[in-house]
């Protein structure tokens, strides 16, 4: 007869005898010296890299950059920004836009999408359904 047949024959005594070994192992755990072990610190990775020639001022002044991609300044959307590298033959595509302030067309939505009158809209304004006075 193996161990593991003696075991599986005997379940109930497999069953005491681990919960024995894991006791036993529970009440040596604060006797472990782990003050002596070392500390372990998991590995970091650094990746850089450099690309010379190609900063943005040099790419904004190429000039087949220029008649490739528009270009738009700070002044005109906040942040500089290329526009779209798609083209259509015979089309324009639409210059972009700040993004609205929240509530700045929420009039203009309630009047088309729902088909809210003024009336209405200024009842559920004033109920605080809205969010309080209409934005500019």
């Known amino acids: ?4 047949s003696f075991f599986i024959e005997r379940p109930i005594f497999a069953t005491v005898l681990a919960i024995l ?3 036993a192992g529970l009440l040596a755990m604060p006797n472990l010296p782990i003050s002596e072990y070392p500390e372990i610190v998991p590995p970091t990775v650094v990746v ?12 904004a002044e190429d000039p087949q950059f220029q008649d ?3 270009w738009y300044p700070v002044d005109q959307l906040g942040a500089e920004q290329l526009g779209s590298p798609i083209k ?6 639409p210059v972009p836009t700040h993004a609205p302030s929240v509530g700045q067309h ?3 939505v309630l009047a088309d999408v729902l088909g809210w009158d003024a009336e209405r809209i200024a009842k559920s304004r004033a109920k605080g359904g809205l969010g309080g006075p209409p934005k500019d």
């Open 48 to 59: 850089s890299g450099q690309y010379p020639g190609a900063s943005p001022k040099t790419i």
């Open 1 to 4: 007869m193996n161990i593991s």
């Open 68 to 70: 490739r991609f528009e």
């Open 21 to 23: 070994i894991t006791v």
């Open 88 to 93: 259509f033959i015979g089309e324009l595509m």
């Open 106 to 108: 929420t009039d203009e």
